[in-house]
Structure formats: structure tokens, C-alpha cells
């Protein structure tokens, strides 16, 4: 009945509830086979064809290649048939593609049999051509690649293609980290042709609108792409030399608003870089960084002026064998360069992810001792306590997977002035994320920050976070309990959306106290 209902539905109607549809994230390729109404209403409707989706499952295998560089163009449609039936009922609408060129090559094997690696060489020619004619219609590309062979040949023809349309670009390679830093490698993709000298004036001619960048783990020349006015760039596990990334954000300095740099090694200049010489990104409101055991990793601290900077993220990404003694020295040395360099009193937003900044015991235990007895610090807080304290206009704080060392930092009270209340880093805040595995070091925080709610006010400036977020396992909800005052926060949720106590499922914590 419902159905045959639909059916005298006006088009106009129908249609509607298949964008309806096609927004949803459905696919509309199920109600094109339902009956000839809805296939001639949904196949000729070209904007519900332009998100397009390319992996190893959309190559007809049975298709004989050949020489792949010289296959006719009725033959390259063959070989990738649902893409080609995509880009044909797409129209002249703008495309999204994504490509997905993962294989189950083991590239940490010694076997290097072409045969077993399902993107052939072959394949990834025969797509790179078949796409160059529908270049000038893309308005975002991704391409995932677990191997940097094929996407060789995707990015040498791409992207010296004219792309007018184009907005968004991002190439990712999963391959693993390099955990050691080799020399500059030669260039090997987004290579201009022979006779063409790369200038600004020819970027801006191929890709007019580009405004997001994403590039991790694909060997680059940056000599021969220059981009500009990029309003976003997400940056990882590259190699730089200090001029190479200089000229990259100096063409972009006006209109970047977002950056992320993740695991990038800097190749500094054998001489000392100038003060002079640091990059002002005047429009920069959200930055994102991945420190690892580098040495250069202080650098981005230095080298970059970010004066209306808004949003902070800091991942600690070092894995554990690759820790040695002076990794945390490296560390401590760049969260003093951001405490130098960055303005955290303006900060709103402020990530810390895996933070590991090790503090001596022995010197939080004289501060606790100095608090008690109503006189000013005897010892330096720890780095990350500094940065805590330097954040005084933050109103959102993300802790994720934070060593003990990070959670103690965040619950030192200090004395500016012998007798003078006492005082908590971070002390605006709105919202307060932790999430944790460690049960231990949880309710060591919770119960510290109880204790000082509790204080009376001419010892301490209170502290009230309105709402604390905890990505927890949900049965830790009843052993918690005893360490929560009101009079620390308003609320206390989980990212599991319930608390398990004996009563049931809850959403808030606080609701729970018998007081």
C-alpha cells in the first residue's frame, strides 16, 4: 500500500525524498533498481553521482591491459566500469573522489613479487589516465595508499592537470613512521612536466580555489608546488628543510586558519636561524601538533608567531621504543618554547594527548607543603603545571590518555604571596575532557580536587568546572563516588553516554551522591 502510494507521488515529491535519502549516507543505488520510475528519476537527477569511491574492488580484473600507457579510452572505461557509470550520470556537477589504494602487500616482508601486490603498476597507469579527463570537474580528492607506487602515478598525472573546481586535495600514506631520520630524499612526485618552470602564477592557474592541503608520509618537492591562500594544511610525517616549509606558509600566511603538523622532521640551516626569521600567521586560529623524540622538535615552537591563536592541540606521539634518556628532554625543552612563544592567555581550547613530561616527586610534594603552610613556592612547578597556570582564559581542557604526571599538574594549588589564598592552574574553566584507563590515577585527581573544594575560601580561589567529561568503562561509576563534591562541578558524564551504579544506568555522576 505504501509503495504503491509513493508511486502517484508528484516527481517533484519523490525526488525530494531521495535526496533525502542520498544525504542520509544510503545508497541510491538501491533505489534505482526498485522500478523504471525511480531508475529514470534517480539516474538522470546528477547530483545524487557525484560522490565517487575507487578501491581495488571497482577494477574489472578480467580486462585484458595490454600496454596500459597506450590503451585506447573505451578500454580504460572497461577496466574501472561502476566509476566510469558514476562520472556519466554525474554529469557536469562537481566530483568528490576518494581512491583507496591499500593492498595486502607486506611491505616489512623481503618478497617483492609484483604478483601478490593487487594495485599492479598497470592498474594505477590505466586510473591515472581514465581520471585525467574528468580532472577539470574535481572539487576534493583523497587517495589512501599503503604503497608509494601507485600513487606515484595518480599524483604525476592528477595533479599537473587543470583543476578549476578543486578544494580540497589530501594524499595519505599509512605506511609505517620513519623512526630515524634519512637524508632528504629526491624529489618523485608533483613534478611539473620538462619546459614548464614552477611559479605561483602557474599554481594559481591549475587550481584556482585549492583552500585545504593534506599531505602525510608522500615524498615531496616542494620547489616544484607552490601553493597558496590555503585556508587549511595538515601536514605529517615529512621532511623539510627549514626553507622548503618557511616558503610553504609564507604563501599561505594570510589565509591559513588551520594547521597541523604531525611526526615532521625540520632540516635546519647549519647556522643559527635569526629571531627574525620566524613565520607570522596573523589569521591562524586552531594549530595542532605531533611531537616525537626528535630534537627539532622545539622548532615549531620558535620559528612560528601564531598571535591570535585560539585553539591548542599537543599530541605526545613518541612510542615507547623509541624513547631514550633524552627524550623527555626534547619534550620538556618544546613545551617551554610553546610557555615562551605561543599566547596561552588567550587560549579557549587547549588538547593534550599521551602528554608525558616527567616531574620530580620530590618538588610536588614541597609545593604541597608550601600551600599548607600559607607560603609562596619554594620550588618550580612542573613544565606542563606552568603551561596550565599560563592558560588563564581557558574555558576547554582535553586530557587524553594522561600519564599521572599530567593529572597531578593539573591540581597543584600555589601561593603567589605568603598568606595569600592559594590558587588552581586553569582556574576559568568551562569543560574539563579526561579519558583514561587508569582508574588509580582518576580518583587521585577527582579525590584532590574534592579536597580542595572543600577548603575554606580565604585558603583557596575556588575552582568550579560546570562540567566534566570522563571516557571511562562505565562500571567505574559506584568506586568514584566517594572522591566527588558538588562543589567541584555541576556535572560529571561519560563518553558512554551512562554511568553503572546500584540503582542502574545514569547520566550523571553527582546524581548518585547520597548527599
Not at 601486490?117 to 592498474?123: D, N, S
Request: proline letters at 8%.
Amino acid at each position: 500500500m505504501a509503495a504503491a502510494f509513493i508511486l502517484f507521488m508528484p516527481n517533484e515529491i519523490q525526488l525530494e525524498i531521495f535526496h533525502a535519502v542520498h544525504d542520509a549516507g544510503d545508497a541510491l543505488r538501491s533505489v534505482s533498481q526498485v522500478c523504471r520510475l525511480w531508475r529514470e528519476l534517480s539516474v538522470n537527477t546528477s547530483t545524487f553521482w557525484t560522490g565517487i569511491s575507487i578501491d581495488i574492488s571497482s577494477i574489472d580484473q578480467g580486462v585484458a591491459l595490454g600496454d596500459p600507457y597506450t590503451i585506447e579510452f573505451g578500454r580504460l572505461v572497461e577496466v574501472f566500469p561502476w566509476p566510469a557509470t558514476l562520472l556519466r550520470r554525474s554529469g557536469f556537477q562537481p566530483i568528490d573522489i576518494s581512491i583507496n589504494l591499500d593492498s595486502d602487500f607486506d611491505t616489512c616482508t623481503f618478497s617483492h613479487d609484483i604478483v601478490n601486490v593487487p594495485w599492479l603498476t598497470g592498474y594505477a597507469v590505466v586510473l591515472a589516465r581514465f581520471l585525467a579527463f574528468y580532472a577539470a570537474r574535481f572539487r576534493r580528492v583523497e587517495i589512501l595508499s599503503d604503497d608509494l607506487h601507485p600513487v606515484r602515478f595518480l599524483s604525476l598525472t592528477l595533479f599537473d592537470m587543470p583543476m578549476p573546481l578543486l578544494e580540497q586535495w589530501s594524499v595519505i600514506s599509512d605506511k609505517p613512521r620513519l623512526t630515524v631520520l634519512p637524508p632528504p630524499p629526491a624529489p618523485t612526485i608533483f613534478q611539473r612536466p620538462v619546459g614548464i618552470v614552477p611559479s605561483i602564477e602557474h599554481t594559481d592557474t591549475l587550481y584556482p580555489k585549492l583552500a585545504s592541503l593534506s599531505i602525510h608520509g608522500i615524498t615531496y618537492d616542494w620547489g616544484q608546488f607552490i601553493p597558496r591562500n590555503l585556508v587549511t594544511l595538515n601536514l605529517g610525517n615529512l621532511l623539510f628543510s627549514h626553507d622548503e616549509f618557511k616558503t610553504l606558509l609564507f604563501h599561505s600566511k594570510d589565509t591559513l586558519q588551520s594547521l597541523t603538523v604531525s611526526a615532521m622532521a625540520i632540516y635546519l640551516p647549519a647556522q643559527h636561524v635569526p629571531t627574525d626569521a620566524r613565520i607570522t600567521l596573523p589569521n591562524l586560529y586552531y594549530l595542532a601538533v605531533g611531537v616525537t623524540f626528535d630534537p627539532t622538535a622545539p622548532y615549531l615552537a620558535t620559528q612560528l608567531d601564531v598571535p591570535n591563536l585560539l585553539c591548542l592541540e599537543i599530541h605526545d606521539i613518541t612510542t615507547e621504543s623509541e624513547r631514550t634518556w633524552d627524550t623527555d628532554d626534547h619534550l620538556q625543552r618544546f613545551y617551554l618554547h610553546v610557555i615562551a612563544n605561543w599566547p596561552l592567555k588567550q587560549l579557549t581550547h587547549l588538547t593534550l594527548g599521551s602528554a608525558h613530561c616527567p616531574m620530580d616527586p620530590a618538588n610536588l610534594i614541597a609545593l604541597q607543603q608550601d600551600f599548607e603552610a600559607g607560603r609562596g613556592p619554594s620550588c618550580f612547578p612542573s613544565v606542563l603545571t606552568t603551561l596550565f597556570f599560563n592558560c588563564t582564559g581557558l574555558r576547554n581542557l582535553r586530557l587524553l590518555e594522561p600519564d599521572s604526571t599530567t593529572l597531578k599538574s593539573l591540581n597543584v594549588a600555589i601561593n603567589l604571596q605568603d598568606k595569600g589564598p592559594g590558587i588552581l592552574p586553569s582556574s576559568s574553566l568551562d569543560f574539563l575532557h579526561i579519558e583514561t584507563q587508569n582508574y588509580r590515577e582518576l580518583a587521585e585527581f577527582l579525590a584532590q580536587m574534592k579536597i580542595y573544594a572543600d577548603l575554606d575560601s580565604a585558603r583557596i580561589i575556588a575552582r568550579f568546572i560546570p562540567t566534566i567529561l570522563l571516557d571511562i568503562p562505565p562500571a567505574w561509576g559506584p568506586y568514584l563516588r566517594p572522591f566527588l563534591s558538588r562543589k567541584a562541578c555541576a556535572e560529571i558524564v561519560n563518553g558512554e553516554g551512562y554511568f553503572e551504579v546500584e540503582s542502574g544506568r545514569i547520566f550523571n555522576l553527582l546524581d548518585n551522591l547520597p548527599y
